[in-house]
């Protein structure tokens, strides 16, 4: 294994690609000791190496012979704590003592380590079975190594962290002492392995701290942002506020004159820019040596646009074009199930409301940034904070492969920590952009970083949207039909079809869709000339407000607890004709249900005074079921703060982290609270809001007491970074109901809108 | 061109700069390599870019490296100096605050310079100590506990449910 870093592809083999998305290959390759250092050779807080060389047990386990263990994180780390989570898997199969664990994150390689994606939630279920087969072949292979040493039958032996151990004798073998004849054995087919009963894990369900968090206190420089080249140049690029809008003219030669600039030059669209999609669009490149001094140079720009197909978008025109939408025959339909018109007809009652919620913006705090050499050889070396290095055009390695006009095999990404992701560095129209201007500037490195103004100006925004509703009740108080028709917005395809923008749907089988003898659901589309993108729980941040908050209104006019109305739902029978109700075991919704009801308190909140209210709502998204119950108290002049959210969530049987685990559903919920307060509007094609002051995150003094709680099932476990939040926003627009007498029926919340008397 | 003396983390820092008028913020990322302190508006809007100043927590992204002059600047790489420092730091990672991390500089130099002049802060003085620190992860349950495990108070939340 002295053959320094070069892999010995003789001996290589693969074992299996799962299905599952998380491919598991072993490869019985040996390398020297890697120089993989948080993805980025050039951050300066290199760990320690152990003295001896790692040799390679597979693609993401390395034994040392003084016994450390470097695992390696396959997927991008957002703050979802995957990069924790993934090596605890393989540590807990292979017995691993995880004092002797290192961290290191992998680069952008799918033929290595498989799909590479932060999005979904997928990461825990995808990953569940093949991150664990991966720690169980090397455990197994050790033992093979000292049975073969020892001269005994493998059924004589055993494991405890980083030992292999002869029961009968009581002889131990480091890990460190049998790598070298290990990683020479055949590895295991994933299929014969067998996995710890759960009852003697020793990783797996204990708090584990985020790996990177000394390194944060400490301030070294583990982000994206932070990544140093030698030789780079610091880059701001300017583009359309109208998106999409091309250069006609710019005064480079003014630009490159001023003080500190090293270079100037625009930049043009890879091929036309497409409306709604991230790419590399026409602008503006400046470099200097430091990035201040290019982003101040940006304001002495002068650009004549070409502001194109977007120009007259407005939020002023969405909201006339909704409400004129509404009144027509939809367009579509979209479910279907008996006859709620006629239904409707003979109702003893029936009630009707519309709803509407704002476009939204990631707005991660660490703002877009990637650092790019397009070397002279034709080869183009990114360090880029990605959630989707690759899978599709909007991969990274798709855009600069296309937009530099080189192969993607000449193409290398190191993936590095982002400051924040909630969906937005899916898109990587800011590594596009880097890769075009170390090009362009003639292959040198640069680090291009956008000002927080360029972020909320350029995001695929959360899209926004409009519902109108109408339920019919018999004389008992139950739903006997339920109707929406929604607005969204779409754009002609190639073909010409008008088509739905990203993220901009509303699924028809939405609950309580097929949970009502009768239902009729329909939409209508708008033009659209914005990009939209998935954020955070997409889709579901949006309708399961809508949903929930109607079902609260639906439980009013019914005469009936909230908790109660929406039990009795879950309990209908399905009516005859309705359509699988995606996915979703409402004997398991009901259940946290039933546990968030006993936790808050809920049957006892009628004696909270005027101004303070209880709310709730659930969801099932991302394969986790989530139920929770809002305390809010709001003043007489609608200044309102939630007091508290109680969470009970289902997501299987095992919370493998649940330190983090906590914290994602304590995040997701203040997140939630968050969007409550947030819009983006556009007039003359432009964002109107520009940074923190006008998007505001919610701070500490807002952000209520929790109380999250995991309800274990008997299912296989499932994802948690986005589950916990749809709920929270319905939750505390039910509050504010309880609370006030005043009805939320579009966001963001606005304060004289719920002051009382 | 203009040159500046700085007192940064106890040493003597020259820089050149093209204007004065340079954010401290720039001055320590991309001169000093100091890449602890964190750009996140650019309009102190976000506290993720706080440093202290004489121990006075400070925006660095709007402060101009011209108006800083005989100042000490202390940042996150050294505020493991102080004991109160090293004490925020031991309960960030005890109360496991993290998820992405990028405001967390910000937040332990807040949090540091409030316990150090309220050595036992009240839920209300660590909301207003504290507001201007935005955390996009929302980790404010486990801020609120970690300046409190800190300061070696009882953790639990005071404030009106």
């Known amino acids: 294994m002295a053959d320094g870093n070069t892999i010995n592809t003789s001996r290589r083999f693969f074992l299996l690609a799962s299905a599952a998305g998380g491919g598991l290959m072993l490869a019985g390759c040996v390398t020297a000791a890697g120089d993989t250092t948080d993805g980025a050779p050039a951050l300066a807080a290199t760990p320690a190496k152990p003295a001896a060389p790692p040799v390679d047990m597979n693609n993401f386990v390395a034994i040392a012979p003084d016994g450390t ?34 961290i290191e994150q992998g680069d952008a390689d799918q033929a290595r380590y498989g799909n590479q994606i932060a999005g979904g939630s997928f990461a825990t279920p995808n990953h569940w079975v093949p991150q664990r087969q991966v720690g169980a072949a090397a455990r197994l292979m050790l033992m093979q190594a000292a049975a073969a040493r020892l001269n005994v039958s493998i059924d004589e032996l055993s494991t405890e962290p980083s030992m292999v151990v002869h029961t009968a004798t009581n002889k131990k073998i480091a890990y460190g002492d049998l790598v070298a004849d290990a990683a020479k054995l055949t590895p295991p087919d994933p299929a014969t392995l067998k996995m710890k009963d759960p009852a003697s894990y020793r990783i797996i369900g204990k708090n584990m701290r985020n790996w990177d968090s000394p390194k944060i206190v400490r301030g070294e420089p583990i982000f994206g942002i932070d990544t140093v080249v030698p030789g780079m140049k610091y880059a701001n690029f300017v583009k359309c506020p109208v998106f999409g809008g091309k250069i006609v003219s710019a005064n480079i030669d003014e630009i490159k004159a001023l003080p500190g600039v090293t270079d100037a030059f625009i930049v043009k669209a890879a091929g036309a820019p497409i409306p709604t999609k991230m790419g590399l669009l026409d602008g503006v490149a400046i470099l200097a040596d430091d990035w201040w001094t290019a982003k101040e140079a940006a304001k002495k720009l002068k650009i004549v646009w070409d502001e194109g197909v977007s120009k007259d978008e407005s939020s002023a025109s969405y909201d006339s074009q909704a409400a004129e939408l509404a009144k027509k025959t939809p367009q579509t339909s979209l479910s279907k199930v008996g006859d709620a018109a006629a239904a409707m007809k003979t109702a003893a009652k029936t009630i009707e409301a519309s709803y509407s919620y704002p476009f939204l913006v990631h707005a991660p705090l660490e703002p877009q940034n990637c650092t790019a050499h397009a070397k002279a050889d034709g080869t183009v070396e990114v360090w880029a904070p990605t959630q989707r290095p690759d899978m599709g055009a909007n991969g990274a390695f798709s855009l600069i492969s296309t937009a530099l006009g080189v192969a993607k095999e000449k193409i290398t990404i190191h993936m590095i920590r982002c400051g924040g992701g909630f969906g937005r560095r899916l898109d990587n129209d800011y590594a596009v952009e880097a890769a075009a201007i170390s090009k362009q500037a003639g292959n040198i490195p ?16 959360r899209p926004g949207g409009y519902h109108n509703f109408k339920a019919g009740f018999d004389k008992s108080g139950n739903v006997v039909a339920m109707t929406n028709h929604f607005v969204s917005f779409g754009r002609p395809n190639d073909a010409g079809t008008m088509t739905i923008l990203a993220s901009a749907n509303s699924p028809p089988q939405e609950f309580p869709a097929n949970y009502v003898p009768n239902h009729e659901y ?24 809508v949903h929930q908050c109607f079902i609260d209104e639906m439980a009013i006019a019914a005469g009936k607890d909230p908790i109660d109305f929406r039990l009795e739902l879950l309990a209908a029978p399905a009516p005859a004709g309705s359509a699988a109700r995606a996915g979703m075991n409402a004997a398991r919704m009901a ?156 966001l963001p919340i606005v304060q004289k809108d719920i002051a009382w008397t | 061109m203009a040159t500046y003396t700085l007192n940064v983390n106890g040493k003597t820092e020259t820089v050149d700069v093209v204007d004065g008028n340079m954010p401290l913020l720039w001055v320590l990322r991309d001169k000093l390599d100091l890449k602890g302190t964190k750009f996140g508006c650019g309009v102190a809007a976000c506290g993720a870019c706080s440093v202290h100043l004489d121990g006075q927590v400070t925006r660095a992204c709007v402060t101009p490296v011209s108006s800083v002059g005989a100042k000490r600047v202390t940042t996150i790489e050294a505020i493991g100096q102080s004991p109160v420092g090293q004490a925020v730091q031991k309960a960030w990672l005890d109360v496991d605050v993290m998820q992405c991390g990028y405001c967390q500089a910000g937040q332990i130099m807040a949090a540091t310079a409030l316990i150090a002049t309220t050595p036992k802060p009240t839920d209300k003085e660590i909301d207003s100590a504290m507001q201007g620190n935005a955390c996009r992860c929302g980790t404010y349950v486990r801020i609120r506990e970690a300046i409190k495990t800190a300061a070696g108070a009882a953790t639990a939340d005071t404030r009106e449910v």
């Open chain 1, 69 to 102: 263990i470097r695992i390696m994180n396959k997927n991008p780390e957002i703050g979802q704590g995957i990069k924790t989570m993934l090596p605890m898997l393989i540590a807990e199969e292979m017995d691993a003592d995880w004092s002797k664990v290192t």
């Open chain 1, 446 to 461: 640069v680090k291009l970083i956008w000002t927080r103004e360029q972020d909320m100006a350029h995001d695929p925004y």
């Open chain 1, 522 to 545: 329909s939409q209508s589309l708008m033009m659209g000339g914005m990009p939209t993108g998935p954020l955070r729980a997409p889709t579901s941040n949006a309708v399961c407000f």
């Open chain 1, 591 to 746: 259940e946290v249900v039933k546990v968030v009801r006993q936790r808050s308190g809920w049957d006892n909140r009628k004696s909270l005074p005027k101004g303070v209210g209880m709310g709730t709502a659930f969801y099932f998204s991302h394969q986790g079921y989530f139920a929770q119950v809002a305390k809010v108290k709001v003043e007489q002049n609608g200044a309102w703060r939630v007091l508290k959210v109680w969470s009970v969530g289902d997501v299987g049987s095992t919370i493998i982290n649940p330190t983090n685990a906590l914290n994602q559903v304590q995040g997701s919920i203040v997140d939630g609270i968050s969007e409550m307060h947030q819009k983006i509007t556009f007039d003359k094609g432009r964002t109107q809001q520009q940074n923190y002051f006008d998007m505001p995150l919610l701070r500490i003094d807002y952000a209520p007491q929790i109380d999250a709680h995991f309800h274990p099932s008997n299912n296989s476990p499932t994802g948690l970074g986005e589950p916990a939040l749809p709920p929270v926003l319905p939750a505390v627009a039910n509050a504010i109901f309880a609370a006030t007498g005043k009805r939320i029926r579009s």
